[in-house]
C-alpha cells in the first residue's frame, strides 16, 4: 500500500507542472488525497471489512468530490488531476502510471452483475469529462478525448473522440512516449507523386526531372489519369508526319 502512495505522489510531481514539491501535493491536492484514502479502504475492503471500507470512501468523497470503490483494482502512479466529479466503479480495473482528468466517470451502463465497468489499461489518459461506459477495455497508451463517451474497447495506443467515441488515430506500434511525432502529411504527398512519376517514366520510357514545377507535374499526370493509367489506350499517341 505505501509504495503505491510513494508511486501516486511520484505520479504528480512527474506530470503536473504546477506542483512544486511533495508537501503541496500532500496537503493540497485532492486528486492525490482520494488516492491515499482509495488505498486505505481498498486494504480494509480486502480483509473484508466492507462497511468500514465504504465509510472511508464515502468520506474521501465529501472531502475531494472523487468516488472511487474500495473494491476497485487501481495500479501505481495514478494521477488525479483536478478530480471534482471523478466517479470510478466497483468492478473498474485501472493500470499503472494512468491519467485521469475532471469529470471523469468509469462506470457502468445499467444494472447488470458481475464485470460492469472498465479496464483501462497501462499508460491512458483520459480527459475531462470523458465517461467511459460498461466492461469495455481501453488499450495501453491511448487517449481519450474531453467530453468523449466510450462504449466500445479502444486498441492500444489509439486516439479516441466524440458521442459516441471513435478511434481516430491509431499509432501503429508500441511507442513508450505517447506524446510522439504524427506522420508529415506533406511528406507522405510527396511520396506519393513521387510513384506517380516513376509509374509515367515506365510508361513513356523517358526520364523526366523530378524538381519540376508542381504545376507541370500535375499536368503530366491528369493526361494520363491515376497512378499512370489511362484507360484502354496503353500506347502513347503517334507522332504526326
Known sequence: MFENIKADL?????????????????????GFKAMC??????????????LLARIISQRAK??????????????????IDHGS?????ETTEIGDNVTIYQGVTLGG????????????????????GAKVLGPVRIGKGSKIGAGSVVLKDVPP?????????????????????LDQKLPDPVKDEFARLNKRISLLEDKLGIK??????????????????????????????????
Not at 484514502?37 to 466492507?50: E, G, T
Not at 465529501?62 to 494521477?79: D, L, S
Not at 507535374?217 to 503517334?238: K, L, R, Y
Open 10 to 30: 511520484q505520479a504528480a510531481l512527474d506530470k503536473d507542472p504546477a506542483a512544486r514539491n511533495k508537501l503541496e501535493v500532500i496537503l493540497t491536492y485532492s
Open 37 to 50: 484514502r482509495y488505498r486505505i479502504a481498498n486494504w480494509f475492503y480486502k480483509r473484508k471489512c466492507f
Open 62 to 79: 465529501r472531502i475531494t468530490g472523487i468516488e472511487i470503490h474500495p473494491a476497485a483494482k487501481i495500479g501505481k502512479g495514478v494521477f
Open 85 to 89: 466529479g471523478v466517479v470510478i466503479g
Open 109 to 128: 451502463t445499467g444494472k447488470s452483475t458481475g464485470k460492469r465497468h472498465p479496464t483501462i489499461e497501462d499508460d491512458v489518459m483520459i480527459s475531462a
Open 157 to 177: 495506443y489509439s486516439t479516441v473522440v466524440g458521442v459516441p467515441g471513435r478511434v481516430v488515430k491509431m499509432y501503429g506500434k508500441k511507442y513508450n512516449d
Open 208 to 241: 523526366t526531372c523530378r524538381y519540376s514545377i508542381v504545376n507541370d507535374i500535375t499536368e503530366v499526370v491528369d493526361e494520363f489519369g491515376d497512378n499512370g493509367q489511362d484507360g484502354e489506350d496503353n500506347n502513347p499517341p503517334a507522332k504526326e508526319e
